[in-house]
């Protein structure tokens, strides 16, 4: 929980109090847990502001289990031939607990290059256009479960209230998409769509973030249609190859 939590904000870092109150422990637990951490190099402390960050092992570690689970590599001539189909900014998002992480950005050739995502940027499930079509894919009663337990964060990233973004959310998931105008990045919008496996669970989402203008009219129903040809393409990397 701790490494979730960091990796949460390891732009900016976290205090010692900040992880008291998210993981509501006492505080020289939470600190004697931090200390192996540190001890582990699986976190770090900035020596100057005392905030704590993910440590160099961490990165060690997801090199060494990107070999097993690189969705990234298998997904990235998809994402490429999307992002040179429409010219825009896609990106690939999957599911950590009630997170969702950006796994790949590809750009396109669009002279106006939107980057909302960089790699390995976490947002809680529901924020931005991937992160609520991700989310629509799951039962209702879920997602209005993770909606108001990450209230406060939804809130950070100009999301609206709980009930509002719920419908919203339940929009997307009767269209099949989600579409939405960024708060902090004027006259940008981004669509996007979830992505099953061949189980038709839910394992990822795409989505293409471009100048508003580009997503309208005709421009918007071309890339969704390209976002679902994409998505289906992903899934049936997920079929099981018949034996021999």
């Known amino acids: 929980m701790i490494l979730r939590h960091l990796a949460s904000r390891n732009r900016d870092g976290l205090r010692l109090i900040d992880l008291v ?3 509501q422990l006492e505080q020289p637990t939470v600190h004697r847990m931090l200390k192996s951490l540190v001890a582990e190099s699986l976190v770090m402390q900035d020596p100057q502001n005392k905030r704590y ?21 298998l997904c990235s001539p998809i994402l490429s031939n999307l992002a040179r189909q429409t010219g825009d900014t896609v990106f690939l998002t999957s599911r950590s607990g009630d997170e969702s992480v950006c796994l790949a950005r590809h750009e396109g050739t669009s002279p106006v290059k ?17 992160s609520m079509a991700l989310l629509s894919a799951y039962p209702l009663a879920e997602i209005r479960q993770i909606i108001f337990s990450n209230a406060e964060r939804l809130a950070e990233f100009g999301e609206p209230e709980p009930e509002d973004l719920f419908r919203r959310v339940e929009k997307a998931k009767r269209l099949g998409y989600s579409v939405r105008d960024l708060p902090h990045f004027e006259g940008i919008r981004a669509i996007g769509v979830p992505v099953f496996d061949f189980e038709a669970q839910p394992i ?5 973030s471009t100048l508003t203008a580009r997503l309208t009219g005709h421009g918007f129903d071309e890339r969704l249609h390209l976002l679902r040809e994409h998505a289906d393409q992903i899934r049936k990397l997920t079929e099981p190859t018949s034996g021999g």
């Open 204 to 208: 990822a989402a795409i989505s293409i």
């Open 53 to 73: 960050f993910l440590g160099r092992s961490m990165y060690e570690l997801g090199l060494a289990a990107s070999q097993r689970f690189d969705f990234r590599s």
């Open 114 to 130: 939107v980057f909302t995502l960089a790699l390995g940027d976490r947002r809680p499930l529901g924020a931005g256009a991937s």
């Open 21 to 23: 109150d998210a993981l």
